[in-house]
């Protein structure tokens, strides 16, 4: 076993480094982030090769001191805590005097500085760490940091980079999340002397999503707030079609810092339970504002992560408030289908002039989102009032509400013994005409506007859902099985059986504990599937704890509902459009598919040119 010694200090630094200075990505979060804590209103970051050949960081911030420059290099100097009872209502995003002196050990830096009042400014120059040249300059209020030739000393580290080009889009990524983070500040991002992002910085958030995801984007996104508790939230999220396949286009922040947040990004999930497929991810950009106090930023070298003391409250505030704005958009999605038109000869000039009419909208920074009404045509109103007439000509009884009932698909327009709590759309949803069935597996219907195809499946399944998340609090009929399922369950799965017994026993099932991890299904719901308990379980089993009821009432209603290929009676259609128009979201089945689309009279105009 080797002797014990102390690290000189060029190594000590070195290794520092590794933990806060990853790749050029990181230089450029720590130096923009302490021009954002200077005070900065402009930003400029200049990279050249993705950051490992130079990277300049520009700000008209409140500049440092002469005696002070020199200090900025050393470990553990800053201006922002003076002791430790600081760091527990940290309110900058830089605190631990670690980012210069971790940048300096492993490149070449240069640093112009100037304070607002000073007549002149201060440079400085270090190699690996060392201070190499003093000197005053000339230069405008704020500081500007140069960093060369990256991990010169360090030729391991520079080995793993990635190509320029990969490195050039982290940095892309990371400006666009901290412009987002403060929509008051103008960032310019210059890659080989091309300008990849810039940003307003007029204070409006919407108008920062557009110039840095697009003005499309932008049109489909809607403001959210709430608070509770001493938690406030903002920001905006994505209408449930414009989502993603990854969660990479979702920008946390708390308290002004983008960070990582696993229980904040499954809270957003779980608002958009049922309005999207399982593996689609919303849009969202999410301020979370929270007393100091209760955030723990200092449980990661890079200030990625943080700790939250309120979690459950956080999460409740924001499932609330996403759901409240998604609630003010629940229509029927309209069939989109391109329609075949003469191509027209453009010039080059008139090709692009879309383009820049867009680029000019980011250059004068304003943001119209309003969108245009389609020209009425006059058959197509035509139409629409006669097939109002023939709606409202229907008798009341041919509209008699029946209940679907929950225990049979077989058996689906029996009347339920309860009647479940509704939250009625019906001004969104339109009065419907069954004309017939598809396949059979779609219900075709007549509406004031158009025709609308109904998933008879995805339909019931909404209904179902909705039934048995209201129901939680009552007991449901069971039948027994002639031979017990066992259920062979690890000590995860049994955990959150154990925790979520009663909610199972409520929906009818009937569970016994049959010695250490087994257990027996003695008896499920009226019109359970046989054959499918064991898999019932093991796919509710498979999901986070928060989601449980919610996936419950999800899997029961899939397996319950009526299937596709069932044939149905106009009655039976009836009935069902009946039920899906008193729900609280009747466009979307448990599982995130549509249930109802239309195709507009203009559009089968259009379709036939008449």
């Given at each position: ?14 290794i ?9 990505f ?6 923009v ?5 200077s ?10 090769d993705g950051g490992?050949?130079?990277i ?24 922002k ?10 309110a ?9 002196p971790?940048?300096a ?5 240069t ?9 002149g ?10 201070i ?5 300059v000339?230069?405008?209020?704020g500081t ?11 030729p ?8 320029a080009?990969?490195?050039t ?8 999340r ?11 991002l ?10 307003p ?13 697009g ?34 286009n979702q ?13 904040i990004?499954?809270a ?22 929270i ?64 383009k ?35 709606l ?5 009884d041919r ?5 679907i ?26 009065d419907?005409l ?7 597996t ?7 506007d ?24 009552k ?8 031979v ?8 995860h ?5 154990t ?5 199972i ?24 599937p ?22 419950l009432?999800?899997?029961?209603a ?40 239309r ?12």
């Amino acid at each position: 076993m080797p002797k014990i010694k102390v690290l000189d200090q060029q190594t000590a630094n070195k290794i520092a480094a590794g933990e806060v200075v990853e790749r050029p990505f990181s230089v450029v979060k720590e130096l923009v982030e302490n021009a954002l804590d200077s005070g900065a209103t402009r930003i400029s970051i200049d990279i050249k090769d993705g950051g490992i050949t130079s990277i300049t960081v520009s700000d008209n911030g409140c500049g440092i001191e002469p005696d002070d420059a020199a200090l900025a290099f050393l470990r553990h100097a800053t201006s922002k805590i003076n002791k430790v009872e600081d760091l527990f209502h940290v309110a900058t995003l830089g605190f631990r005097g670690e980012a210069l002196p971790s940048i300096a050990a492993v490149s070449l830096v240069t640093m112009v500085t100037r304070t607002q009042n000073s007549d002149g400014g201060t440079k400085l120059e270090l190699e690996g760490g060392q201070i190499v040249n003093t000197e005053p300059v000339g230069c405008p209020p704020g500081t500007s940091i140069t960093i060369k030739d990256l991990f010169f000393n360090t030729p391991a580290r520079k080995k793993h980079l990635k190509s320029a080009a990969a490195e050039t889009a982290m940095i892309s990524d990371l400006i666009s999340r901290l412009a987002l983070s403060r929509p008051d500040v103008n960032f310019k991002l210059i890659s080989q002397n091309r300008i990849l992002l810039e940003t307003p910085g007029n204070g409006k958030l919407l108008d920062t999503i557009a110039a840095v995801n697009g003005v499309q984007m932008a049109r489909k996104m809607l403001p959210i707030e709430g608070q509770g508790d001493g938690i406030f939230i903002g920001g905006y999220v994505g209408k449930p079609e414009l989502n993603r396949a990854t969660r990479t286009n979702q920008t946390l922040l708390v308290n002004g810092r983008y960070v990582k947040s696993k229980i904040i990004s499954d809270a957003l999930q779980q608002a958009y339970f049922t309005l999207l497929s399982s593996n689609r991810y919303p849009v969202a950009v999410l301020t979370v504002e929270i007393d100091p106090t209760l955030v723990d930023v200092n449980v990661h070298p890079a200030k990625m992560e943080v700790r939250i003391s309120k979690e459950r409250e956080l999460c409740q505030i924001i499932i609330a408030a996403v759901k409240k704005a998604l609630r003010t958009v629940m229509v029927v999605p309209q069939l989109e289908q391109p329609v075949m038109q003469p191509k027209v000869s453009q010039s080059p000039v008139e090709a692009k002039e879309p383009k820049n009419q867009e680029e000019a909208v980011f250059k004068q920074t304003k943001l119209d989102l309003s969108i245009s009404p389609e020209p009425i045509n006059p058959i197509a109103s035509g139409q629409k009032k006669l097939i109002n007439q023939q709606l409202n000509n229907q008798t009341a009884d041919r509209y008699e509400t029946a209940n679907i009932a929950v225990n049979s698909p077989n058996q689906a327009w029996q009347e339920t013994k309860e009647t479940y709590q509704k939250q009625p759309m019906q001004d969104n949803f339109p009065d419907l005409l069954p004309i017939g069935q598809l396949l059979p597996t779609y219900i075709l219907c007549q509406g004031p506007d158009g025709l609308y195809i109904i998933d008879q499946h995805a339909a019931h399944e909404r209904v179902l859902y909705e039934y048995y998340s209201q129901q939680q609090d009552k007991e449901h009929d069971s039948q027994m099985l002639l031979v017990p399922v066992v259920l062979e369950l690890n000590h995860h799965e049994t955990q959150i059986l154990t925790d979520n017994i009663i909610a199972i026993r409520q929906v009818g099932f009937i569970i016994e504990h049959f010695g250490g991890n087994n257990y027996l299904i003695r008896g499920v719901p009226n019109g359970f599937p046989a054959g499918e308990e064991a898999k019932f379980f093991f796919d509710i089993l498979d999901t986070k704890t928060d989601y449980f009821h919610e996936k419950l009432a999800a899997s029961l209603a899939c397996r319950n509902a009526i299937k596709a290929g069932q044939k149905l009676s106009t009655m039976e259609m009836e009935n069902l459009i009946n039920q899906i128009k008193e729900l609280s979201n009747p466009f979307s089945c448990p599982h995130g598919r549509p249930t109802i689309i239309r195709l507009t009279f203009d559009e089968l105009i259009k379709r036939f040119k008449r």
